[in-house]
């Protein structure tokens, strides 16, 4: 399946991409790869294969949520640039 510069310029302008002529042939083979690999992945036989949700096998490897203390106002606010009244001070962002 070979890809027109029209598709190019269709997916370039879907994407708010501006596309020189040189990129636009770049993309254009680029593409096309892509779909002759998909076109090859779709001749394997996959369906006696089991939808994956996950590659591993590995289950929730987060640590447990224990409960810890946490820094003191005055050990968080040590290397603050700016503080103010025991609270980071940081620019106005509205006026």
């Known amino acids: ?3 027109t510069r029209q598709q190019v310029d269709y997916v370039a302008h879907l ?3 501006s596309l ?3 990129e636009k042939e770049r993309f254009a083979g680029q593409l096309d790869r892509i779909l002759e690999y998909v076109d090859k992945l779709n001749e394997l036989g996959t369906e006696e294969v089991e939808p994956l949700v ?3 096998e590995r289950q929730n490897v987060f640590r447990s949520d224990e409960p810890s203390p946490s820094l003191s106002r005055k050990e968080a606010l040590e290397n603050a640039p700016r503080q103010a009244e025991g609270c980071f001070r940081v620019p106005s962002i509205i006026e």
């Open 15 to 17: 994407s708010r991409l």
């Open 54 to 56: 996950h590659m591993s």
């Open 20 to 22: 020189g002529e040189e």
């Open 1 to 3: 399946m070979a890809i």
